[in-house]
């Protein structure tokens, strides 16, 4: 009998919660709310930012980043944290732009495909490296950061032998770029782009995987205690293998929506996503120690993060330094706002 005891209490621990909080309600309102208010900011600062052509150019940048928290909300619900991600992103950009570069006038099937030949391979890529990840911190121990971080280092020297050994890049005038670019930053509704119609989707999708699925439920499990998941015979191995290769995956079709965004590779254009995934997870009210949060409020930090950044701080005219300063105060005030419920939320449950 008593063998059963720590399954009933797993189960209990990944049940949803019906009942929220304060501190549950304000983590589910606050995010929205200050999206609602830096947008409002920055439409009276730029009332141009209420018309479709600036507010698609912030919907694909929104959709790219949402596309990169989507792997690193999985992670750090499980507790874990993806370094790795802003390289990888880098990576398949420049991948991609010298796949498309090399095969698209070419006769034949290859040359007619060559974007399909570009996005497999640079999920594959993702794959790969996100497995990678999940078998170092799985199998040998590592800390998630430490996995991670030395990753990224890897992948940094892998990208720039590639770009030695592999020059070609994209042709922005070839019909497979222009199509990427198309999907990624033309507007088909509105200010509505296919690449955000496509990412709506997938949201959809993984909200309700994590909510709504028993692969879900055991995501949830682990990030709260592994030892408790271990004991109701849900598989953290096999949870965070999968994933830490999601995440990878993710990482490396934005690569491929960079390449679509700005028709060229550089060894830069991910550097920034790196904390800015994990800025948009934390300020969408996900638990940096997971087991608490997921992916509908941090959409909202997404935004956050892209209204805050590539509009108003911009539209202000302030220099980068102070720019970074402001960036970084807004986090930490939504942090503290957040500490405090998630104490009163501990404190009711």
Request: hydrophobic fraction near 55%.
């Amino acid at each position: 009998m008593s063998a059963e005891a720590p399954v009933v209490a797993v189960d209990e621990m990944v049940k949803p919660r019906r009942r929220l909080s304060t501190g549950g309600i304000l983590t589910a309102v606050l995010p929205w709310a200050v999206l609602v208010l830096l947008y409002g900011a920055l439409v009276l600062k730029a009332p141009n930012f209420i018309h479709a052509g600036p507010m698609s150019v912030l919907l694909y940048s929104v959709t790219i980043l949402g596309v990169v928290a989507m792997g690193q909300v999985c992670v750090i619900l499980i507790g874990g944290i993806d370094l790795s991600v802003s390289n990888v992103m880098t990576f398949t950009n420049i991948v991609s732009a010298s796949i498309i570069g090399t095969l698209a006038n070419k006769a034949g099937f290859l040359g007619q495909h060559s974007l399909f030949f570009a996005v497999l391979g640079c999920a594959a890529i993702g794959a790969v490296i996100g497995m990678l990840n999940g078998l170092i911190i799985t199998k040998l121990g590592m800390p998630d950061m430490i996995a991670t971080l030395a990753m990224w280092t890897i992948v940094y020297g892998v990208m720039n032998l590639y770009r030695v050994h592999i020059p070609k890049t994209i042709d922005p005038s070839s019909r497979p770029s222009i199509a990427l670019t198309s999907f990624v930053t033309s507007r088909v509704i509105g200010f509505i782009t296919p690449a955000a119609i496509a990412w709506v989707v997938a949201a959809i999708v993984l909200v309700v995987v994590l909510r709504k699925t028993t692969f879900g439920r055991q995501v949830y499990s682990v990030g709260l205690s592994r030892g408790a998941s271990h004991a109701a015979g849900i598989s953290a191995v096999r949870t965070t293998i999968v994933l830490y290769v999601i995440s990878g995956v993710c990482a490396a079709l934005a690569g491929v929506m960079l390449t679509g965004s700005l028709s060229h590779a550089n060894l830069d254009t991910g550097n920034n996503y790196q904390l800015w995934s994990i800025a948009a997870v934390v300020l969408g009210g996900t638990s940096i120690f997971g087991g608490r949060g997921g992916y509908g409020t941090t959409i909202a930090g997404v935004a956050i993060i892209i209204v805050l950044v590539n509009g108003l701080l911009n539209v202000l005219g302030i220099t980068t330094a102070t720019q970074d300063i402001l960036y970084g105060l807004v986090i930490l005030v939504m942090l503290v706002i957040f500490r405090f419920g998630s104490r009163n939320q501990e404190d009711s449950s």
